[in-house]
């Protein structure tokens, strides 16, 4: 496996349910990003872990709950979720600081529907 | 607030070429980014522009104006597999990625 995975593809949960999104990345960065994208709106960043430890929240209702076990895996643990919180959920990674772009790298996302 | 502000859609025809503006107010400036996304599929890295200028990587090139707050992309030779969504964001002063809401471009044979 390269760059950035993500799993489930897809996942449709009730309101009630409780499921985790995974990301994984094998390409030995030390800084990964939890985002929602929602149709025509602009990527929400939702929460950062730089070495492991979490810098950014950004305000995410405590219903998104994410773990970052080590610096190649990223989880985002969902419970009780709202139908508005349908999105595609995004993981990336990068290397910071690179001394360059610090460009991310992006997996394929998460869709989920909440019903 | 910050805000970036690109076009919602655009459509263009084969071969042709076609210019996507982004124009960005932030709080600091570190850079600009543009990243292209297909339908279904993760955003992936075009560009990244820092200095005032044109950078030019084959078919693509991206230009930078700091002073007007403005930066294009401009994509030569247009082919179908370029139909995308093409996302600009800003890092700003505390190194945050401020995103634009996407440029979808639609190619027509």
């Known amino acids: 496996e390269t760059g950035v995975t993500q799993t489930p593809r897809h996942l449709v949960m009730g309101m009630t349910n409780k499921k985790s999104l995974k990301c994984e990345q094998h390409?030995?960065?030390?800084?990964m990003y939890w985002y929602k994208q929602s149709a025509k709106k602009p990527l929400e960043l939702m929460f950062v872990?730089?070495?492991?430890?979490?810098?950014e929240n950004n305000s995410v209702p405590s219903r998104f709950s994410p773990e970052c076990p080590n610096s190649s895996h990223l989880f985002l643990h969902l419970h009780t979720l709202q139908p508005e919180d349908s999105a595609l959920y995004l993981c990336a990674s990068s290397q910071v600081p690179s001394g360059g772009a610090d460009e991310q790298y992006f997996g394929p996302g998460t869709r989920l529907t909440v019903t | 607030g910050q805000n970036i502000d690109q076009p919602t859609e655009m459509t263009a025809t084969e071969g042709a070429i076609v210019q996507i503006n982004c124009t960005y107010q932030?709080?600091?400036?570190?850079?600009l980014f543009w990243y292209q996304q297909h339908a279904g599929e993760a955003p992936t890295f075009l560009s990244y522009?820092?200095l005032d200028g044109l950078e030019e990587k084959g078919r693509f090139s991206s230009f930078l104006s700091r002073s007007k707050g403005y930066s294009y992309l401009l994509l030569k030779e247009l082919q179908m597999k370029d139909s995308a969504s093409y996302l600009c964001?800003?890092?700003?002063?505390?190194?945050?990625?401020?995103w634009g809401a996407g440029t979808k471009l639609i190619i027509k044979p």
């Open positions: 522009n820092v």
């Open positions: 932030t709080s600091g400036f570190n850079g």
């Open positions: 390409l030995g960065h030390n800084a």
């Open positions: 964001a800003v890092l700003d002063s505390n190194y945050q990625l401020i």
């Open positions: 872990y730089s070495l492991e430890e979490r810098v």
